[in-house]
């Protein structure tokens, strides 16, 4: 009988419409099941959704869809980080308004979305630049402020001179502005600060707790607080030309072991002394200048050159009373410790680097263990591990950890100007999280400033700060600042004229908690506390791995924050953490070295290979390496493209499959036909099976074929449950393609047996039932379209998870080894509950056995019940 083939164009359309219809995945707050909050993280409106998001959308709709049919209230959202530069940059470019590029951008990708058939709630959706939500935003703000985590200060920003605009790290290319090229400098501008080092010591020690999440991501949010036990030491300025009221100087170090190995001190550019000196001295204060053209992010410092200013003032060791020269460095951080160090060139890269081009003295002070300190050379390399103490006095023999210990036992003791020379500190390489952004399309942070009252928050009654909408993009820098009135306000205390703060939020604020305002998207005030504690913390939440340090850190942050204000009541937003691999495609050149996007060529596959052509003049293209979908490289595909030529279920399936989901998938055209022809053959099967099946007439024992047929499916039911619950798609799917050639050969070859057997028909329905329901997840329209050919009621996705019949999963055969005279020759298969003598019996009538007998009775028969058997001959 011949079915139709599947259109999945005509059939995921009408199957959106009727889940929208019923509103199947809208959830309801006060829904009494056990929660699940599955939350994958939400796109950055850039104009359309590319395949990344295809898979990663892919990945939480399966977990969603499961968890539902398991019967969990499911609370799977989506919404839009809308706020960023990108909306600015097409404003000045293309001259159309931020916000009209960003909602027409969302309103594109929301319908490539939902052409995804994703079950979300959309009736929860939103963006962040909606006025809703950032108004909500600015009273959080407000509440830190008044619980003390929120300071404001002075702090370097990257300022491009002839744009006269401060330029974000990434905009900054080779030390030059983005757009003018110009040479960026380093401006000091007071900004605003939420105070992450707070917690930093609870954001450390919680992630022992995040079990669920991957151990990469911890290690690297471990390494950004980047926790270190150490000392401050002061050294003692020598002679009499220290500046004014500074006598001593103030270190941090790691290594005090490496004490008597030092051979300078080095300030920042920006330590106080430094300044001072630089008052009067030109040469040192155009040092200071240079320093600060080079830009002072820990990237550039890494890379950059080694470079310093002798001060002239020297400063005394503590154990030996020598002196040692002080220079202002390139490569000291003012923000870290106390912008100062002393240099052991010999146990540290940088020191030794410096030391290099200064010729200061590289003493070797630790030594691998065993070996001989004469022999020993740190000339071309510091010397960096473990080892034993040498040239170093009192502590001579001793391993690092108990010099580092006996040095500030000693120090400690040790009175500088009537106080301890040294005190032992721990230090966070995490800084305070710098908020301002000199940039339109933000969240104004709600604060007035006065001549006479100074920093005015905004009264929560005053609330929203909008943006205005008419503003110019036709020069650099912010809008906010030359906006003719929007600045102008009175100041809440005392009424006199005063200024806006023009100043917006880092987008990284508005996606801290945007998983929290989900529980409640319509609520007044920025969470209800009750229901964001129901739903909190998500329980599994997938992204990329570029996430792992800075939003997920923030995110713990914020929850943090939130709990201290009354917003919620957790400290840990996300149990689960998932992150996806990337999509990847094979890239292509044309002769002229150009890139080519696949669209644009034909790919021939002949017996040397595969072969490329472009299509507009038939030149032989260069197939080049698979990587990671980029526009630069056109090597991509677009989602509405395939959606429209093979249906959403296929590009669902397509991303799922092949590779496990934390690694790559590499997306193929010939991979996806071969998914559109499989998803089709489970089409027909379950189409010419529901029309050959016999209705069922009354119950009949199951023959062993019935049997064997529901074991198959019952096996790959509780596969594909384990897999899921594991996160373990690709395997998923693989005990599908399984049950499906077994439904499939089964279908083809014992047809007869329907109208011969009672109990078939009925087991092959079922098997076709738990078939079409472990496909659902994946694939939910043709689930829905299948589950209707096969005359079952309702909506497979409101329908509960088959229950496992735990008996078919009892394998009642066992194959056992038979070894004839100690070597193995054969198996044996027999039923699990066959006694000696039956196994025995089997056994001998085995070909390999009856010819090693030669047609002699055997010796001995050894039968270990469920182990082994063994003949002798
Ligand atoms: C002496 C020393 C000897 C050091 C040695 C290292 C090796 P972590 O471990 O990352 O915390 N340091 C201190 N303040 C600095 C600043 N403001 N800018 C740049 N470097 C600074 O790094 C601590 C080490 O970094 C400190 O230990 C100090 O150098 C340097 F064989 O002191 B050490
Ligand atoms: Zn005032």
Known sequence: MATERYNAREAEARWQAAWTKTKVFETDNDDPRPKYYVLEMFPYPSGRIHMGHVRNYSMGDVVARFKRAK??????????????????????????????????????????????????????????????????????????????????????????????????????????????????????????????????????????????????????????????????????????????????????????????????????????????????????????????????????????????????????????????????????????????????????????????????????????????????????????????????????????????????????????????????????????????????????????????????????????????????????????DRHPTWRLVDCPRCGKPARRETDTMDTFVDSSWYFARFTAPDADDPTIPAVADAWLPVDQYIGGIEHAILHLLYSRFFTRAMKATGHVSLEEPFRGLFTQGMVVHETYKAPDGSWISPAELRIEETEGGRRAFRLSDGAEVTI?????????????????????????????????????????????????????RFLQRVWRLVTEAAAVIPPAAGAAPRSPEATALLKAAHKALAAVEESIEGLRFNVALAKIYELVNVLGSTFANDKARFQADPSFGPAFREALGILVQVMAPMTPHLAEECWSALGRDGLVALTPWPAVEPALLVEDEVTLPVQINGKKRADVTVPRDADAAAVEAAVLALDAVVKALEGKPPRKVIVVAQRIVNVVA
């Open 624 to 676: 080049g390496s698979v990587e990671k979908m980029s526009k630069s490289k056109k090597n991509t595909v677009d989602p509405t493209d395939i959606i429209e030529s093979y249906g959403a279920d296929t590009a669902r399936w397509f991303v799922l499959s092949d590779s496990p989901p934390e690694r790559d998938v590499e997306w193929t055209d010939a991979g996806a036909q071969g998914t559109n």
């Open 71 to 480: 019967g969990f209230n499911v609370l799977h959202p989506m919404g839009w980080d809308a706020f960023g530069m990108p909306a600015e940059n097409a404003a000045m470019q293309n001259k159309v308004h931020p916000k009209s590029w960003t909602y027409q951008n969302i309103a594109t990708m929301r319908g490539q979305l939902q052409s995804m058939g994703l079950s979300l709630d959309w009736s929860r959706e939103f963006a962040t630049c909606d006025l809703e939500y950032y108004t909500r935003q600015q009273r959080l703000f407000l509440d830190f402020l008044e619980a003390g985590l929120v300071t404001r200060r002075q702090s370097k920003v990257n300022w491009d001179p002839v744009d006269m605009t401060v330029l974000a790290n990434e905009q900054v290319i080779d030390g030059r502005g983005w757009r003018s090229g110009a040479l960026v400098e380093q401006r000091e501008l007071t900004q605003w600060f939420l105070k992450i080092t707070d917690y930093a010591e609870d954001l450390l020690t919680a992630l022992d707790g995040l079990d669920r999440w991957p151990e990469k991501v911890r290690t690297m949010q471990k390494n950004w607080i980047g926790r270190s036990e150490g000392l401050r030491i002061r050294f003692e300025i020598a002679g009499n030309h220290a500046p004014a009221g500074q006598r001593t100087v103030e270190v941090f170090t790691t290594r005090p072991d490496t004490l008597y190995g030092m051979s300078f001190l080095a300030l920042s550019p920006d330590h106080p002394v430094v300044k001072a000196l630089a008052a009067d001295n030109p040469d040192l204060a155009a040092f200071v200048d240079e320093c600060h053209r080079m830009g002072t992010s820990v990237a550039v410092l890494e890379t950059a050159e080694k470079k310093g200013f002798d001060t002239g003032l020297k400063v005394v060791h503590p154990f030996t009373g020598e002196t040692f020269p002080v220079y202002a460095a390139n490569f000291v951080l003012m923000d870290y410790g106390t912008g100062a160090l002393f240099g052991c060139p010999a146990h540290d890269q940088r020191d030794h680097e410096f030391a290099s081009r200064y010729g200061l003295a590289i003493r070797p002070v630790v030594v691998p263990d065993g070996v001989d300190p004469a022999a020993f050379s740190v000339a071309d390399a510091p010397f960096l591990d473990d080892g034993r103490l040498v040239n170093s006095d009192f502590l001579d023999g001793l391993s690092v950890p108990d010099a580092k210990e006996a040095v500030a036992r000693r120090l400690e003791s040790v009175t500088l100007d009537g106080a301890p020379a040294a005190t032992r500190q721990v230090n966070y390489r995490l800084r305070d999280w710098g908020i301002s952004r000199q940039r339109y399309w933000g969240c104004p942070i709600p604060i007035i400033h006065c001549d006479d009252c100074g920093v005015v928050p905004v009264p929560k009654a005053d609330l929203p700060v909008a943006l205005p909408d008419d503003v110019e993009f036709d020069r650099p820098g912010n809008p906010l």
